[in-house]
C-alpha cells in the first residue's frame, strides 16, 4: 500500500490473526485483507488494484483465471477473497468460481460490464457472494470484506451447531481454535485438539447410541481420510473399527464409519459394475428422500470401490449394498441400471464432455447416472478420462488415482470395474476417453473419487445426492467432468482430483441439478472437491501436507496420502483454525468443517505454519458457509432430487429456492454421523 | 480557484470535458485515487487503456472486414472495450458501444458498421483530448495534478 502505514503493511499473519470468529474484530480489519483479483482487462485490473490498495486491502492481481487459480492452490490460505471478471478468454469466470469455491471454499465476487439480469443469476446460482457491475466504484469494493466475515461466521455457526455430544466440550475449544490469528492459536489449537481427540475418542464411543448423534458430514476431506484408510487396511479387512482408529477423526463413531463404509462399498461396486446401472444408484443416492441421501453419495462412491478393491462384487451384492445405503429403491436387483439414461453422472460415455463442454449437453442426454453414486456426472468424463489413464485395464482398475483413491476418476473406474466385466469394459471404453486414467489397477485405492465424481455428476440429472463433495453448486455438468479429468495424474496422495481444476468447476456447473448437487456436495462430504484438493494437494506440495501432518501429528504419513492425514488431522482438530489447507481448501474445509470434527486446524496443506493454521481458521470458516450451502441445496433437492430425470428446471428453481431461503438442507445429508451445519430451516 | 493560470486552464479543460460528456463520474474514481504514491495514476490508466483498447479496435476491424458478420463474436469484441472505456469513464465511447452491441444484438449488419465508424471518431477525438489535458497537466505541475479534487 502506499504510505498508510502499518495499515496497509500488515502482514498477511496478522491480518489473518484479525479474523477471529466471533471475537471482535482487530482495530485494522478490514486492512490487510487479502484480495486476489483476476480480470483479463488490464485497464480494469490496474484501477481495481489500486482501489482496493485504497482501501487498505492486500492486493495481488492476475490476468487470467488459470493463473489465479494456481495461485490460489499453491496458497491455499493466501487469500481471504476472490474478485474474478465474467468474461475472460481463458477460462469463464463461473467456471473459476466454481473452482474455487470446491477447492478453496473463498468467498468470490464476480463482475462485469453486462448487468444484464441473467447473468447476475448466474453469478448467484454458482455460489458467488456478490456481483459487481463495471464500471466499479471504490465504495463498493470498501465492504467487500463482509463477506468474508460473513462466511468464517457462518461456518463457526455451523460449526457449533454440528450437533455432537463432543459439542459440549468441543465448543470450547472451538472457540480457541477458531482463534486463528496466529502460531500461538496453533499452538492452543494443537492441545485443544488433542484433548478433543482423547475426549471425543472417548466419548465417541460411549455415546454413540444414547445421546444425540450428531449427524456427520462426509466431506471431501473425511472421505478422503475415510478412503485412505481403508486403503491402508485394504478393501477386505477394512472394517469399520480399524478405519476408525486409522482415521482418528474425533467425533467420529464407529457406526458413521459402518454406514460410510457400506456405502462405499456400494460405490465400489457400481463404479466397476454396471456403468449404467450405476447411475441408476447414484440416482438413488441422490435422491433425497432417503435420509441418508446424503451421506450415501460419498458412501456410494466408497462401497464401489471397496466393492471394486476387493473384486467385483456380484451385482446383487452391490445392489444390495446400495439400497441399504441408499434406502432407496434404486438399489433393486443388483445394480441399478436404470439410470442409465440419465444423466450420467460419471459420463462414461462422453469422454469428450469431459471439460464440461460436453457436459451439459451430455449430462442431459445421457441420463447416465454415473455408476458411482452421487458422483456426479459431470465429474465422470474427467474422471473417467483420469481412470482410464491409470488403469488403462479395466479389470484392474482400482482408484489408482490417489492413492486415497478416490478420484472423481476413480470412481469411474471402479464403476466399471466393479460389477460386471463386461459393463465395465465399456464404461471404461465409454469412458475412456475421458477418464480412466485414474484407476490404478490395483483396486486398493478406494475409489472415492469416482464417487465423488458420481457424486458430482448426479447433478446432472440425478438429484442431488452427491452432496458429498461438496462441488459447488455451479450446475455445469461439464466442469464435474472436467475436474476429474484433469488429474489424471493421480495424486498419489491425493485421492481426488481436486487439483484438476477443470474438474473442479465442471463440477459445479452441471446444469442446475448440479448446482443442488453441488451444493450438497460441498456441503455433504465434499467428496469431489476432495478428489481434486487433494489432487491438488498432493501435486502442489506434499510437503505441505507433511507439515501439517507433523503439526497435527496424525499420521499422515502416508505419503501423499497425506491428504488424508491431513483431513484426519483436521477433522480430528475440529473446528480448529481452518483447516484450510491451502490445498485441501475446497472440500476439506467444508467438509471438515462441517463435520464437526472438522474444524481441525490442521488443515494439512497450509504451509505448515501457524499463519496458516489461522488462515485455515479462515477457510474453515468458508468453508462452512459453503457447506451450508450444499445443505440447503440438498432441501431442495429431496423433492426435485430424486427423480430419475430431473429436469434441470425443477433443480434449479429448488435451487433457488433454497438458496432464497437457505433451507436447512443439511438435514439431507445425515449421514448418521456428525451433522455438520444444521442448517436451521 | 487555481492561481496558476496554466492549473486555472487545466481546470477549465478538465470541466469542459465533462459538460460535453466526454467523461463520466468514473474519472473522477480515477483522479481520486492519484495520490502521492501515483501522481500521474489517470495518466496511466489512460494510456494502458488506449494500448490495450488499441488491440479491440484492431480486433473489430478484422471481424468487421468478414462478411457476413458474425455478431457474437462482434458483441464479445464490443463488450470488451465497453468495459475498460466505462472504466476510465469514457462517457461517449461508452455510449457508442452499447449502440454497436444493440445492433449486434439484432442483427444489423449496416447498424453496426455505422456504430463502429462513430465509435472509432469519438474514441480518437476522446484521445486527443486527453492528450492535450495531460501535457498540460504535467506542465502545469504535478502537486496540483496530484491534488484530490473532492
Given at each position: 500500500m502506499n504510505s498508510s502505514g502499518g495499515k496497509g503493511s500488515m502482514s498477511t499473519a496478522s491480518s489473518s490473526a484479525a479474523w477471529k470468529a466471533g471475537d471482535v474484530v482487530p482495530d485494522q480489519f478490514p486492512a490487510g485483507l487479502r484480495v486476489l483479483v483476476v480480470d483479463d482487462d488490464p485497464t480494469c485490473l490496474m484501477i481495481l488494484e489500486k482501489m482496493l490498495r485504497t482501501c487498505l486491502y492486500e492486493v495481488t492481481k492476475c490476468n487470467r483465471a488459470e493463473t489465479a487459480l494456481s495461485m490460489l492452490r499453491e496458497n491455499k490460505n493466501g487469500f481471504d477473497i476472490v474478485i474474478s471478471d465474467v468474461h475472460m478468454p481463458d477460462m469463464d469466470g463461473f467456471k473459476l468460481l466454481e473452482h474455487i469455491g470446491l477447492e478453496m471454499d473463498l468467498p468470490v465476487i464476480m463482475m462485469s460490464a453486462d448487468d444484464g439480469k441473467h447473468v447476475v443469476m448466474k453469478g448467484v446460482t454458482h455460489g458467488a457472494c456478490d456481483y459487481l457491475i463495471k464500471p466499479v466504484r471504490i465504495e463498493a469494493l470498501k465492504n467487500i470484506w463482509q463477506h468474508v466475515v460473513r462466511k468464517r461466521k457462518n461456518e463457526w455457526k455451523d460449526f457449533e451447531q454440528?450437533?455432537?455430544?463432543?459439542e459440549g466440550d468441543r465448543q470450547p475449544k472451538q472457540s480457541e481454535e477458531a482463534d486463528y490469528s496466529s502460531s500461538a492459536n496453533e499452538g492452543n489449537w494443537k492441545s485443544s485438539k488433542k484433548r478433543k481427540d482423547d475426549d471425543d475418542e472417548a466419548e465417541e464411543r460411549d455415546d454413540t447410541s444414547t445421546l444425540k448423534k450428531p449427524r456427520v458430514v462426509w466431506s471431501v476431506e473425511l472421505h478422503q481420510q475415510f478412503v485412505a484408510a481403508v486403503n491402508q487396511l485394504g478393501i477386505d479387512k477394512a472394517v469399520p473399527k480399524k478405519i476408525l482408529e486409522l482415521m482418528n477423526v474425533p467425533g467420529l463413531t464407529r457406526e458413521n464409519v459402518a454406514s460410510h463404509l457400506q456405502k462405499y462399498r456400494l460405490y465400489l461396486r457400481r463404479l466397476s459394475g454396471v456403468s449404467q446401472h450405476q447411475s441408476n444408484l447414484n440416482n438413488s443416492f441422490i435422491s433425497p428422500q432417503e435420509a441418508t441421501f446424503g451421506p450415501l453419495s460419498p458412501l456410494n462412491g466408497l462401497d464401489l470401490q471397496t466393492l471394486a478393491a476387493t473384486g467385483q462384487l456380484p451385482a446383487q451384492s452391490l445392489a444390495t449394498l446400495q439400497a441399504a445405503g441408499l434406502g432407496r429403491s434404486t438399489a433393486k436387483s443388483g445394480i441399478a441400471m436404470p439410470l442409465v439414461d440419465q444423466r450420467n453422472i460419471f459420463s462414461f460415455e462422453n469422454p469428450k464432455l469431459r471439460f464440461g463442454e460436453g457436459q451439459q449437453q451430455h449430462m442431459n442426454n445421457n441420463k447416465?447416472?454415473?455408476?458411482?453414486?452421487?458422483?456426479?456426472t459431470t465429474m465422470e468424463p474427467k474422471q473417467l478420462a483420469s481412470l482410464h489413464h491409470s488403469a488403462q485395464s479395466i479389470g484392474n482398475m482400482n482408484v489408482q488415482v490417489t492413492s486415497h483413491g478416490v478420484q472423481g476418476s476413480q470412481n469411474n473406474s471402479l464403476l466399471i470395474q466393479m460389477a460386471q466385466p463386461q459393463p465395465r469394459g465399456q464404461i471404461l471404453n465409454d469412458s475412456a476417453g475421458s477418464h480412466a486414467p485414474r484407476l490404478p489397477s490395483t483396486m486398493g485405492q478406494p475409489i472415492l473419487s469416482n464417487g465423488i465424481a458420481a457424486n458430482v455428476s448426479t447433478r446432472n440429472g440425478i438429484p442431488e445426492n452427491i452432496r458429498g463433495p461438496g462441488y459447488n453448486p455451479v450446475s455445469q455438468t461439464s466442469s464435474m467432468l472436467n475436474f476429474p479429468m484433469n488429474h489424471t495424474s493421480e495424486l498419489p496422495g491425493n485421492s481426488f482430483p481436486l487439483g484438476s481444476t477443470p474438474g473442479i468447476s465442471s463440477l459445479t456447473s452441471k446444469g442446475a441439478f448440479q448446482e443442488d448437487l453441488n451444493s450438497d456436495i460441498k456441503g455433504s462430504g465434499g467428496f469431489m472437491p476432495s478428489y481434486d484438493i487433494f489432487n491438488d494437494l498432493n501435486q502442489h506440495k506434499p510437503q505441505n501436507w507433511e507439515l501439517q501432518n507433523v503439526g497435527m501429528t496424525f499420521d499422515a504419513s502416508q505419503h501423499s496420502n497425506s491428504l488424508q492425514g491431513n483431513l484426519d488431522l483436521a477433522q480430528s482438530v475440529l473446528v480448529q483454525q481452518g483447516f484450510s489447507s491451502g490445498q485441501m481448501n475446497g472440500q476439506n474445509r467444508s467438509a471438515a468443517v462441517v463435520s464437526k470434527a472438522m474444524f481441525s486446524a490442521g488443515d494439512c496443506t497450509e504451509q505448515g505454519n501457524a499463519q496458516n493454521v489461522n488462515h485455515h481458521l479462515n477457510n474453515l470458516l468458508v468453508d462452512n458457509t459453503i457447506r451450508i450451502k450444499s445443505e440447503r441445496v440438498a432441501d431442495a433437492g429431496p423433492a426435485n432430487l430424486f427423480p430419475d430425470h430431473f429436469g434441470q428446471d425443477d433443480l434449479m428453481s429448488a435451487l433457488l429456492k433454497q438458496q432464497e431461503g437457505i433451507a436447512p438442507a443439511e438435514n439431507e445429508f445425515d449421514f448418521d454421523g456428525y451433522s455438520m451445519d444444521n442448517i436451521p430451516v | 480557484m487555481e492561481r496558476n493560470p496554466m492549473r486555472r486552464q487545466l481546470a477549465i479543460m478538465r470541466q469542459s470535458l465533462f459538460d460535453q460528456g466526454y467523461l463520466d463520474e468514473q474519472f473522477i474514481q480515477l483522479e481520486e485515487l492519484q495520490d502521492d504514491a501515483n501522481p500521474n495514476f489517470v495518466e496511466e490508466v489512460v494510456t494502458l487503456y488506449y494500448r490495450d483498447s488499441a488491440r479491440i479496435i484492431l480486433n473489430l476491424e478484422q471481424a468487421l472486414e468478414r462478411?457476413?458478420?458474425d455478431f457474437n463474436k462482434l458483441d464479445g469484441l464490443m463488450h470488451q472495450f465497453k468495459g475498460s472505456s466505462s472504466s476510465i469513464g469514457a462517457k461517449k465511447v461508452k455510449a457508442e458501444s452499447t449502440l454497436f452491441r444493440e445492433y449486434c444484438k439484432s442483427g444489423n449488419a449496416e447498424g453496426c458498421t455505422r456504430a463502429f465508424q462513430q465509435l472509432k471518431r469519438e474514441y480518437d477525438t476522446l484521445k486527443r483530448k486527453l492528450e492535450a489535458y495531460f501535457q498540460l497537466a504535467r506542465q502545469a505541475g504535478p502537486a496540483e495534478t496530484a491534488c484530490r479534487r473532492k
Open positions: 454440528s450437533g455432537s455430544v463432543e447416465q447416472i454415473n455408476l458411482l453414486h452421487g458422483i456426479p | 462478411k457476413p458478420f
